[in-house]
């Protein structure tokens, strides 16, 4: 029995890219990231649950050269962190360190993804993560933690995808 006598689940068999057709990196910029977040869409089942189990189906999917699903599944991982920090007010997690290898696989995605297809319509998914990221970062400095990782990346990220207006995200 696990938590709260939770039976404890076998790990679930989960479609990784490698069962999946590959995405045709020839295709134009934009198909080939509705392709790889309807691919996102199709996984994500599979890795419900904490911020770990959804950025593992990213690390999945980057260590195939997957970069546009696992893009989507960095975000996601990021929106949970998002939600942990913000309404769970820091009570059952803190930002930390331990969030880089999330943190760093959206950036390390989005660079990947735009490398290869430079006109990829990723607007949606940077503007969705700056506000994430700038709003942890700025709860970090309210209550005294190290908000630097978080900083690092809204950089980075704008050096990616300098097309992606951002002047009114919240954050």
């Not at 996984?43 to 959804?54: H, L, P, V």
């Not at 309404?87 to 696989?105: E, L």
């Not at 990723?122 to 309210?142: D, F, G, K, M, Y």
Request: charged share 20%; aromatic share 12%; net charge neutral.
């Amino acid at each position: 029995m696990g938590f709260f006598n939770f039976k404890k689940r076998k790990p679930s068999t989960r479609s990784t890219p490698e069962a999946i057709e590959p995405i045709d990196d020839s295709l134009p910029d934009d198909e080939w990231l509705a392709r790889s977040k309807a691919r996102y869409e199709q996984m994500i089942k599979n890795y419900y649950g904490s911020c770990e189990t959804i950025g593992q189906g990213g690390k999945e999917c980057y260590g195939y050269s997957d970069f546009g699903t696992a893009l989507f599944f960095y975000q996601k991982s990021i929106d949970v962190l998002h939600s942990m920090y913000l309404f769970g007010q820091m009570r059952n997690r803190q930002a930390s360190p331990a969030d880089a290898w999330i943190v760093n696989g959206y950036t390390s995605s989005l660079g990947a993804s735009l490398a290869m297809h430079p006109a990829a319509p990723v607007n949606e998914s940077v503007r969705e993560v700056t506000h994430r990221l700038r709003t942890i970062a700025s709860a970090c400095e309210q209550v005294g933690l190290p908000s630097q990782l978080y900083r690092e990346a809204l950089k980075l990220m704008a050096q990616y995808a300098p097309h992606v207006k951002l002047d009114d995200v919240l954050g």
